[in-house]
């Protein structure tokens, strides 16, 4: 394994018992997008599934949008294939469901996919879902949050589902963004990335730039941030 | 009254009523320090005595330091004179208070100056403290126990002590910092303020000057910033 490789498989190690992501005989879903962060989850939870004390299934999902051409869907199944990974690929027509006079944003996109990302897990019997987010995702969330609806809330390594028996699991909660970068640069897979032809992200962009300001570029910093967390001292907040 | 001098006024007001910050009967011991924040304050107070629906007495209290000879204490006095404002000033040896080996530290001088304020105000019967922060001191606070702490800590606008018969109240906790400097321009008074010698602020310093480029300079974020801390969401936080 080379350097970055084996940050990641520690990380997401340590990640995966701290928050108790895996349980004997869980079928996870991993939703992959073509990009570097749930490609490189995908590839470490199928390394971890040839050792790791808990067996568990997994099988990586592709939600395809209609407004997306570029995502190189067949270089990500190749990957896929070559790390032994059964995928399947659904279409949902993002823009067809829109209501007349409704104009994209994210909330209605990552709403669409969710709920088809759900009712798939559901229908085919996967009690957990994988996500890729990684843990600049997570403390962006908690400082967008702060920032523009004034509340202090985050985003959970786990969360279970109450209305189905299904989990959400991060298992890159505990990986930096710049390693995981370093690992898709190894590896060679960071050319399948897709990006929103909507522009729609420019503001999480922007506070991703105000973050690095305000952690001045620390590591160090900006885990305390992701720490805070889990270190809530009510007693002291109004 | 000029616009500035209404801005805090009316802040102030919001802040007390909010919080319930002041009640009948209270005998206020407000700190000052000669420093612009503790010095709008005591005059935001001195005003609202003459008004206020519950009735309360106030007298400032100056802790001096054996490190501190700049802060030209006469002018504050002179001040708090005009505004008829009884004031007292209490010495406290914080360099010679130190331990052998000991260099003195943030830590160690507030506790020691914080001590003194607490003994004067039960010794002399009164029921509640005053002290100058402000909305971007509570923000600071926040972020940099986040920071530095990993944990989401702030600063509250009214703090009662279990051990005494006393709260720390915060009566500027809505106002700006920004907003407090135009006042003090208006009024004149801000050359009273008074720097710490050993220069040990400069990590506040630099914070301060993130958590700027986080708000891109924006009142409302930083509002936003202050308002989540009464909207903490435990269920997303770990």
């Not at 939870?45 to 939600?63: D, N, S």
Request: proline share 3%; charged share 25%; hydrophobic share 40%.
């Amino acid at each position: 394994m080379k350097n970055a490789e084996t940050t990641i498989a520690k990380l997401t190690e340590v990640g995966i018992r701290r928050y108790s992501m895996i349980e004997e005989g869980d079928r996870i879903l991993v939703a992959v997008s073509g990009g570097k962060d749930s490609t490189a989850l995908a590839y470490d939870l199928a390394m971890k599934r040839k050792w790791w004390p808990a067996r568990f299934e997994i099988r990586a999902i592709h939600i395809a949008t209609d407004f997306c051409s570029c995502c190189k869907k067949s270089a990500l199944f190749e990957l896929l294939d070559s790390w032994d990974i059964a995928h399947v690929s659904i279409d949902v027509p993002v823009i067809g469901r829109l209501k007349p006079g409704k104009s994209m944003n994210c909330w209605w996109c990552s709403t669409q996919r969710r709920t088809e990302l759900i009712h798939y897990a559901l229908a085919e019997g996967f009690n957990k879902v994988a996500l890729g987010h990684h843990l600049d995702d997570m403390v962006e969330t908690l400082l967008m949050n702060m920032l523009y609806k004034a509340q202090i809330s985050g985003m959970l390594p786990v969360v279970k589902y109450n209305k189905y028996p299904l989990s959400v699991i991060r298992p890159l909660a505990l990986c930096e963004e710049r390693q995981i970068i370093a690992f898709a640069d190894e590896k060679g897979f960071r050319s399948a990335v897709c990006t929103c032809p909507y522009g729609l992200e420019s503001k999480r962009r922007e506070v991703r730039g105000r973050i690095s300001s305000l952690t001045g570029g620390s590591s160090e910093l900006k885990r305390n941030l992701f720490d805070s967390m889990s270190k809530v001292n009510q007693e002291y907040l109004a």
